[in-house]
């Protein structure tokens, strides 16, 4: 993989953020919990449960299921873009610089309608019968074959346009 220049020229660009309603409403539960029994035990002063925790353990679930874990999920996203020269894509915060796949190194590129939990266990970064896949949303992806015979799928809410700009750009 080439590493990002700044004078690539982007010609397609897509920001994708988790926002099914039962993964919002699964962290916002887990959250509320962390919340409740930090507010009841440390700051009422009442032991929360009937085999309460330490405080500094309610102080660790706080932070971690109250604080970071909403965090992070709003902070997640799937970034993809097609430049001059590559394709480029990558899931924020879990990958901080670009995986990269120059042009030339891919083969083909389909936009496809997927199953996500079936195929691929779910929304992430997950590995299935067809490779990797990188999606956080939907169903719809466009599944790319590297030369190498490599395939890897990205999900993507404008498939048909991300199928579109791959083909008119790889050789």
């Not at 887990?30 to 102080?59: E, H, K, R, T």
């Not at 915060?93 to 997927?114: K, N, Q």
């Amino acid at each position: 993989m080439t590493r990002y220049s700044p004078d690539d020229l982007v010609v397609f660009s897509e920001e994708q953020r988790f926002r099914q309603i039962w993964i919002l409403i699964l962290i916002a539960f887990i959250a509320a919990i962390a919340w409740y029994s930090f507010i009841q035990q440390i700051v009422m002063g009442s032991p929360f449960g009937n085999n309460p925790a330490p405080d500094s353990v309610v102080l660790i679930i706080l932070a971690v299921f109250g604080i970071i874990f909403p965090a992070w999920f709003i902070i997640m996203k799937l970034e993809i873009q097609v430049t001059q020269n590559a394709l480029r894509f990558r899931m924020y915060p879990l990958h901080l610089s670009w995986r990269e796949h120059p042009l030339e190194t891919i083969a083909d590129a389909v936009a496809v309608v997927y199953r996500p939990i079936r195929e691929y266990g779910g929304w992430g970064i997950r590995i299935g019968r067809k490779g990797m896949a990188y999606n956080v949303s939907g169903n719809e992806g466009v599944q790319v074959t590297l030369r190498s015979g490599k395939s890897f799928l990205l999900g993507s809410l404008r498939a048909a346009e991300l199928e579109m700009v791959l083909r008119s750009r790889i050789h």
